[in-house]
């Protein structure tokens, strides 16, 4: 019977890389809501056909292993089979998670450092309960209203250019415990999860979200983080009907040389927050919409009112408008706010138009 090894070493290999994944799995989650799915997320033919036998792993081998998950507290064993098999720098995509209930900084911190260094990857994503990213982060937390969310995680996403050189993460980071300041990281996405269940409490509108933004005192974020955001020139952030982004704006004073925002403040159609009954309680559907158009408007309103902490952003886009049963909504919200800007053909998407300087003096 004919086998697949009796083809020419190049079919095989065009064979498994039109089965390699074009992204890591965690690209197809990390718009939807922060969950176990991101570290199951499916079968992998890839994987399935390198346990065939000795020859088709070696021929899979470096793609199989090009995106990688990582329980941080479960790490024994890992950096020594890294190095062994020569991963370092090859690892397009890193996941590092942690459940409900983890060892906490004294573990956490320390075995990030040392997987990061190891791994060398130009993208890692973070998957952690709200509580577990004050042990990563130089100040404390602002955890006082978590109860009233009850959010299993959150996924901070961050990414830089490939490098030739792999650097050390720098002293200083390790000593603050600054995931942010790990690489010089060009883009983040920072999706924070669900809100919906806070619309059941009192008085819904005061309470602050668990966030790795949203510290006790915000001198003390701007001190820690004044030179640990200014790589970053584009960020995502998802946050499902969120009661108040307050915390977007003072952490963006961190970020000057943003030049892409892009948002979503709604779930996918993929999410079915809206369907559960546990998350809804005693929400009143009309409270988040009211959310949803306010806050783009608020946004918007910044955006063209010459917001100083905004005029570096050119490219502006809402995620959401790819729901086509929101774009109508969306639309409304936008009006003429955005005539300044040049809209994208396929809608939801803005550049800002600057002046021409020549054309100023002509």
């Not at 989650?29 to 792993?57: A, M, T």
């Not at 292993?65 to 790490?75: G, H, Q, R, T």
């Amino acid at each position: 019977m004919p086998s697949l090894l009796d083809l020419p070493p190049e079919i095989v290999e065009q064979i498994i890389f039109v089965l390699a994944e074009k992204e890591p799995p965690s690209a197809k989650f990390i718009y939807e809501q922060p969950s176990e799915s991101l570290l199951n997320p499916g079968c992998h033919p890839l994987k399935d056909l390198s346990c065939v036998c000795q020859v088709l792993r070696r021929f899979c081998f470096s793609s199989v292993f090009s995106a990688l998950k990582v329980d941080i507290e479960v790490v024994t064993g890992f950096v020594e089979f890294i190095e062994s098999s020569r991963l370092a720098g090859r690892v397009d995509s890193l996941v590092l998670f942690s459940t409900p209930g983890c060892l906490g900084s004294k573990f956490i911190w320390p075995r990030m450092v040392e997987v990061v260094d190891r791994v060398d990857a130009p993208s890692v994503t973070i998957m952690l309960p709200p509580s577990v990213f004050a042990d990563i982060l130089p100040y404390d937390l602002n955890l006082e209203h978590a109860w009233a969310f009850d959010i299993d995680y959150q996924i901070v996403h961050l990414k830089m250019p490939r490098r030739t050189v792999a650097p050390k993460t720098p002293e200083n980071a390790v000593k603050d415990r600054n995931v942010f300041a790990l690489r010089p990281w060009t883009h983040c996405t920072y999706n924070e999860g669900s809100s919906v269940k806070v619309y059941s409490t009192y008085e819904y509108y005061f309470k602050d979200k668990p966030s790795p933004f949203c510290a006790w005192n915000f001198h003390h974020f701007s001190r820690a983080m004044e030179n640990s955001l200014h790589h970053i020139t584009s960020l995502d952030i998802i946050a499902v009907f969120p009661t108040n982004l307050w915390w977007f704006g003072k952490g963006i004073t961190s970020m000057p040389n943003l030049r892409s925002l892009r948002m979503q403040l709604a779930p996918t159609p993929a999410n079915n927050v809206l369907d559960d009954p546990s998350s809804l309680g005693k929400c009143q559907p009309k409270d988040l919409w009211m959310e949803f158009e306010n806050l783009y408007d608020s946004l918007i309103g910044s955006l063209v009112n010459g917001d100083t902490r905004l005029r570096s952003i050119e490219h502006f886009t809402i995620l959401d408008y790819a729901n086509a049963a929101l774009r109508e909504t969306i639309d409304d919200v936008v009006g003429n706010l955005l005539d300044e800007w040049e809209r994208d053909p396929g809608g939801g998407s803005w550049t800002r138009l600057r002046e021409d300087p020549e054309a100023i003096f002509q």
